[in-house]
């Protein structure tokens, strides 16, 4: 006669919330879920009952109501993978027992659990109300999954509120040993964390400027991917400037959540999950519960698929933002603590950085506020002593802050210089130029002109040439430097010879260094980029005009322009002529003089022809121009 094995029915699993502690031995390890996901109801039961003690919680994201954070860590020791005890959120009750921060990314969490160096024997899971023999984890997926397969016992709180959502999300009732019925409201928001977004970290001005610059470097029909640190929603606002964008992101929001109901995520392109927005987690209020319960345009997977490394890279065009406190002047990041003190968490900011990199059209972008709360720059010579490196310079790409955008891809240690000083704050750049030098990142003869005032973004435009060729038209920056090397020795003798009056074979560094490192406020030069694109695109022409400081500012400022051979003809030195010169008017220059060779025709029709009152004289085959500017219509319009 063989053995019949007794399948229990769910029914028979159903126990109380008094009966829950019974299922509990001292000194286990006990997972809970994070955000609306937390079993609360089940922690309070358990911090009631004074029968459990030397129980250590496992938790991603500390948030809510969490009872046995008051209590002594005798009894209740919490074990987080993202750190509030820094951030004043824990602080004011004095909550003893949150005090192990797990410094690992969460694609780890999965093989520290398989390896047996991260040990759980319960699982306390927030579900929904079982349909078929299924159970949906709702919006705590995140590893939740993973803690189900390892730990011993499994007990879930099946809420009604719960909304059953779509994608992996899904276990058997089979796992579940034990269940307690809790139909209390899911928490929102602000019951997570009370006034914690809403706390001002900076001014409302930094953010959006933040933000701002953020948008410029996003297309449309790019998909986002975002760090858990608050200050990645600054851009939020700004996305209603792109189209069809897609969302493969950790943590699902109510910003987010509107940014779909307006129809600026679409997920229309996305490479991989067409049409559908991809997360792990969520936290919002009814509305967006609501939203979630059976929706077939959302799912949710768990963090092992969202930030694996293969199923990114398939993803085109990702975007991946995340915030950090401070970086180095070689461009290492911190983003979970500064000196010996925790304040957030790696979460998967490294994988989303990697992800970037690898993705068709990807851009991994890294962001900070200029300065900190206290006053002091977040750009530094040298990361404080004890804080942790979360990204290594060789893999940050795109650095964001309210002064602009610095990429360090596939720049050397002096350019990375250059471009994070440029996106210091003000305050700071002067000083942070000589400790540079004093660590030989730069050279000593570097001027640090441009240091002296905030580079003119706004200056920026992208220009249409007579041939209909797109370039990029920016104020010229120091790490141009190499661009401007090559843009010379791009020249034919021809060209220099109609410029520098003589022959000229190199253009020695003082002269780059004097060219591309200006004080905007006194000088201006402008570059045209061909492809239009800051970073990746060629100097095909510049113009400029320079002040000579031995005058007193009692000089004419002097104007120069050059035009790559193979570009001549597309009508860029009119342009960068009526481009220069109303820049000069704006900043009250009331005349610019230049100097041309009467051999150089093309140059002498620009300028004869620019509707630019001038006089001019001519004097051993050099006509020199001087243009009255004040009476010039000139407008800085393209």
Same mark, same amino acid.
């Given at each position: 006669?063989?053995?019949?094995?007794?399948?229990?029915?769910?029914?028979?699993?159903?126990?109380?919330?008094?009966?829950?502690?019974?299922?509990?031995?001292?000194?286990?390890?006990?997972?809970?879920?994070?955000?609306?996901?937390?079993?609360?109801?089940?922690?309070?039961?358990?911090?009631?009952?004074?029968?459990?003690?030397?129980?250590?919680?496992?938790?991603?994201?500390?948030?809510?109501?969490?009872?046995?954070?008051?209590?002594?860590?005798?009894?209740?020791?919490?074990?987080?993978?993202?750190?509030?005890?820094?951030?004043?959120?824990?602080?004011?009750?004095?909550?003893?027992?949150?005090?192990?921060?797990?410094?690992?990314?969460?694609?780890?969490?999965?093989?520290?659990?398989?390896?047996?160096?991260?040990?759980?024997?319960?699982?306390?899971?927030?579900?929904?109300?079982?349909?078929?023999?299924?159970?949906?984890?709702?919006?705590?997926?995140?590893?939740?999954?993973?803690?189900?397969?390892?730990?011993?016992?499994? *007990?879930?709180?099946?809420?009604?509120?719960?909304?059953?959502?779509?994608?992996?999300?899904?276990?058997?009732?089979?796992?579940?040993?034990?269940?307690?019925?809790?139909?209390?409201?899911?928490?929102?928001?602000?019951?997570?964390?009370?006034?914690?977004?809403?706390?001002?970290?900076?001014?409302?001005?930094?953010?959006?400027?933040?933000?701002?610059?953020?948008?410029?470097?996003?297309?449309?029909?790019?998909?986002?991917?975002?760090?858990?640190?608050?200050?990645?929603?600054?851009?939020?606002?700004?996305?209603?400037?792109?189209?069809?964008?897609?969302?493969?992101?950790?943590?699902?929001?109510?910003?987010?959540?509107?940014?779909?109901?307006?129809?600026?995520?679409?997920?229309?392109?996305?490479?991989?999950?067409?049409?559908?927005?991809?997360?792990?987690?969520?936290?919002?209020?009814?509305?967006?519960?609501?939203?979630?319960?059976?929706?077939?345009?959302?799912?949710?997977?768990?963090?092992?698929?969202?930030?694996?490394?293969?199923?990114?890279?398939?993803?085109?065009?990702?975007?991946?933002?995340?915030?950090?406190?401070?970086?180095?002047?070689?461009?290492?990041?911190?983003?979970?603590?500064?000196?010996?003190?925790?304040?957030?968490?790696?979460?998967?900011?490294?994988?989303?950085?990697?992800?970037?990199?690898?993705?068709?059209?990807?851009?991994?972008?890294?962001?900070?506020?200029?300065?900190?709360?206290?006053?002091?720059?977040?750009?530094?010579?040298?990361?404080?002593?004890?804080?942790?490196?979360?990204? $290594?310079?060789?893999?940050?790409?795109?650095?964001?802050?309210?002064?602009? $955008?610095?990429?360090?891809?596939?720049?050397?240690?002096?350019?990375?210089?250059?471009?994070?000083?440029?996106?210091?704050?003000?305050?700071?750049?002067?000083?942070?130029?000589?400790?540079?030098?004093?660590?030989?990142?730069?050279?000593?003869?570097?001027?640090?002109?441009?240091?002296?005032?905030?580079?003119?973004?706004?200056?920026?435009?992208?220009?249409?040439? =007579?041939?209909?060729?797109?370039?990029?038209?920016?104020?010229?920056?120091?790490?141009?430097?190499?661009?401007?090397?090559?843009?010379?020795?791009?020249?034919?003798?021809?060209?220099?010879?109609?410029?520098?009056?003589?022959?000229?074979?190199?253009?020695?560094?003082?002269?780059?260094?004097?060219?591309?490192?200006?004080?905007?406020?006194?000088?201006?030069?402008?570059?045209?980029?061909?492809?239009?694109?800051?970073?990746?695109?060629?100097?095909?022409?510049?113009?400029?005009?320079?002040?000579?400081?031995?005058?007193?500012?009692?000089?004419?400022?002097?104007?120069?322009?050059?035009?790559?051979?193979?570009?001549?003809?597309?009508?860029?030195?009119?342009?960068?002529? =009526?481009?220069?010169?109303? *820049?000069?008017?704006?900043?009250?220059?009331?005349?610019?003089?230049?100097?041309?060779?009467?051999?150089?025709?093309?140059?002498?029709?620009?300028?004869?022809?620019?509707?630019?009152?001038?006089?001019?004289?001519?004097?051993?085959?050099?006509?020199?121009?001087?243009?009255?500017?004040?009476?010039?219509?000139?407008?800085?319009?393209?």
């Amino acid at each position: 006669m063989s053995e019949t094995t007794i399948v229990p029915t769910w029914a028979s699993k159903q126990i109380n919330l008094n009966q829950v502690v019974d299922k509990i031995s001292n000194g286990s390890s006990v997972y809970i879920g994070s955000c609306a996901a937390t079993a609360e109801a089940t922690l309070t039961a358990m911090t009631d009952d004074w029968k459990l003690a030397d129980i250590r919680i496992i938790q991603l994201i500390p948030g809510g109501n969490l009872p046995h954070l008051r209590e002594s860590v005798d009894r209740f020791r919490t074990l987080s993978f993202y750190s509030f005890q820094k951030t004043g959120f824990f602080e004011s009750d004095g909550h003893e027992g949150l005090q192990d921060y797990h410094p690992v990314s969460l694609d780890s969490v999965p093989r520290l659990l398989e390896e047996g160096k991260l040990h759980v024997d319960v699982a306390i899971i927030k579900v929904s109300r079982p349909h078929k023999n299924y159970v949906s984890l709702g919006m705590g997926v995140d590893v939740t999954r993973e803690f189900v397969k390892h730990a011993t016992t499994v *007990i879930a709180e099946v809420n009604e509120n719960m909304p059953w959502t779509e994608g992996h999300s899904k276990i058997a009732v089979s796992e579940i040993d034990w269940w307690v019925s809790v139909n209390h409201p899911l928490p929102s928001t602000n019951e997570l964390w009370p006034g914690f977004f809403e706390r001002s970290t900076s001014s409302v001005d930094v953010l959006q400027r933040i933000g701002a610059n953020i948008v410029k470097e996003i297309p449309d029909k790019a998909t986002l991917k975002f760090g858990v640190s608050p200050l990645c929603t600054c851009v939020f606002p700004y996305l209603r400037q792109r189209k069809d964008l897609g969302l493969h992101t950790d943590i699902f929001s109510p910003s987010l959540f509107q940014l779909i109901q307006e129809g600026v995520i679409t997920n229309k392109y996305k490479t991989i999950d067409t049409g559908r927005t991809v997360v792990s987690n969520a936290h919002g209020d009814h509305d967006l519960y609501d939203f979630l319960d059976r929706n077939p345009i959302i799912e949710f997977h768990p963090s092992r698929y969202l930030n694996d490394l293969q199923t990114l890279a398939k993803i085109d065009n990702l975007i991946s933002i995340v915030g950090a406190f401070k970086i180095d002047l070689t461009g290492q990041i911190a983003t979970d603590s500064i000196s010996t003190k925790f304040y957030g968490g790696l979460w998967s900011d490294n994988e989303s950085i990697l992800g970037a990199k690898l993705s068709k059209g990807g851009k991994p972008i890294v962001i900070l506020q200029s300065r900190s709360l206290r006053g002091r720059s977040n750009v530094v010579i040298a990361l404080p002593p004890g804080t942790g490196v979360s990204i $290594t310079r060789s893999n940050v790409e795109f650095v964001v802050t309210e002064y602009g $955008t610095a990429c360090l891809y596939g720049k050397t240690i002096r350019e990375r210089c250059l471009a994070l000083i440029d996106i210091a704050h003000p305050d700071f750049r002067a000083e942070l130029m000589e400790q540079a030098k004093a660590a030989g990142y730069i050279s000593q003869s570097q001027p640090g002109r441009f240091s002296k005032n905030t580079y003119p973004r706004e200056l920026e435009c992208l220009h249409t040439t =007579k041939r209909n060729k797109n370039v990029l038209v920016r104020p010229i920056k120091p790490i141009d430097e190499d661009n401007l090397r090559s843009f010379f020795h791009n020249l034919s003798d021809h060209s220099i010879y109609l410029r520098y009056f003589r022959k000229v074979k190199s253009m020695p560094q003082r002269i780059l260094q004097k060219t591309a490192d200006i004080d905007y406020s006194q000088d201006m030069a402008i570059v045209v980029l061909s492809p239009p694109d800051s970073y990746e695109g060629s100097i095909i022409a510049i113009g400029q005009w320079i002040a000579d400081p031995r005058e007193n500012g009692h000089n004419i400022p002097e104007l120069a322009f050059q035009v790559r051979d193979d570009w001549q003809g597309e009508g860029l030195g009119s342009f960068l002529l =009526k481009k220069i010169t109303a *820049i000069a008017k704006v900043m009250g220059v009331p005349r610019l003089k230049a100097d041309v060779l009467s051999s150089n025709a093309a140059m002498n029709y620009i300028f004869q022809e620019s509707g630019i009152p001038f006089t001019k004289r001519s004097d051993f085959g050099v006509i020199s121009y001087t243009f009255d500017l004040e009476s010039a219509p000139l407008s800085l319009q393209n």
